[in-house]
């Protein structure tokens, strides 16, 4: 290899080595990692080409307290080879748009400039530019009603990230619902679930074993604590969501056997309600639909929804929950008869 082509390696190295701000590295730290690299470099000759390279790249030595260190600066655009593909570029401007509330924020200021150098390639593409116009075409809708999502203290969703990827407890100041003033409590953060527009904090108070569900637009503090966070034994949250409990169950399951008329049931062939569903046709055309499913109010809404278009046929329970909110509704859409105004 001659010397141009080890300096030139070097110094891609070099710059590799390089942390974005705020994070430094000083030069006799970067020294060790060229090392280990398997570059053998001097102190001074070190210094020298960085100083250099800051002429032609956005790297900054911060001289304001010893050890001087260097970093890439805030914004400066990702360094990697080879270049952005139209698809590699386009499935990063996609995470960017999903993953923007639940990536911890460290991984995501750490993100940011590979988005911004997806988005750069997306918007260099030559016309008719088919990939920038993907992100026009595609989203994602919810199956219920639409609601915009509550604002969150970006401070707040800071502290939850940071405790969760660090395994870190955290002190907070929440309103519950109905509540005109803030509590303080300790908690032990154990999950971050998106339910619909609302993102919630699965976590525990102080040294309790139960789980319990906080939204954060509620937290108007967090502040991460030094104690390492505990998690209850045997704590899944796949095991949570699939019992129900992420839609407000007690976590209980059901067999559910309702009568669908065949409009209102068909959908069900390709999105089954379980994996143990069963359809039976009967001779009228209706649709027996047999399932172990999660009792929770969630299921409550969405056989309600179908309205007259259903019958639950075996659970007791579920029949007269239903039968009372068909009831109640019925009192409230009842058309009031007027008295005949007197002359």
């Known amino acids: 290899m001659s010397k141009h082509q080890d300096a030139l390696l070097r110094q891609w190295s070099m710059l590799r080595r390089v942390p974005r701000f705020p994070a430094k590295v000083t030069v006799q730290a970067l020294r060790q990692k060229l090392a280990d690299d398997g570059f053998e470099i001097t102190q001074r000759s070190l210094q020298r080409d960085l100083n250099e390279l800051s002429g ?7 001289d304001r307290e010893k050890p001087y ?11 990697d080879l080879p270049g952005l593909t139209p698809a590699q570029a386009l499935t990063l401007a996609m995470a960017e748009q999903h993953l923007q509330n639940l990536l911890p924020a460290p991984m ?23 990939s920038r116009r993907w992100l026009d075409k595609v989203r994602s809708v919810p199956a219920t009603q639409a609601l915009l999502a509550p604002s969150i203290d970006a401070g707040v969703q800071d502290a939850v ?14 309103r519950r619902r109905g509540e005109r003033t803030d509590a303080q409590a300790r908690v032990h953060p154990l999950a971050l679930v998106q339910r619909g527009p609302v993102l919630y904090l699965s976590c525990r108070f102080y040294d309790y074993e139960d789980v319990r569900m ?34 407000f169950g007690s976590g209980k399951k059901i ?28 001779p009228d055309g209706k649709l027996r639909v047999t399932a172990t499913v999660a009792d929770t109010p969630q299921l409550v809404w969405w056989l309600l929804g179908f309205g007259c278009g259903i019958e639950v046929q075996n659970t007791k329970a579920l029949r ?24």
């Open 56 to 62: 032609a790249f956005a790297i900054v030595c911060d």
């Open 69 to 79: 260190g260097w970093s890439w600066q805030k914004d400066a655009p990702s360094l």
């Open 108 to 130: 995501l200021e750490q993100l940011r400039p590979y988005f911004l150098a997806a988005r750069q390639r997306l918007d260099a593409e030559p016309a008719p530019r088919r």
């Open 161 to 174: 990230t940071e405790a969760l990827l660090h395994e870190r407890q955290l002190d907070i100041c929440y």
């Open 214 to 247: 906080l939204p954060l637009h509620r937290i108007s503090f967090a502040q991460v604590r030094d104690e390492a966070a505990r998690y209850p034994k045997h704590f899944s949250l796949d095991e949570q969501i699939e019992q129900g409990e992420w839609a």
């Open 255 to 282: 067999k559910l056997v309702a009568l669908f008329e065949a409009e209102h049931g068909e959908h069900l062939y390709e999105t089954p309600l379980s994996k143990d569903q069963k359809i039976d046709v009967l």
């Open 320 to 343: 007269t929950r239903l039968r009372e909110a068909a009831i109640g509704m019925a009192s409230l859409y009842r058309e009031k008869r007027r008295g005949t105004p007197r002359l």
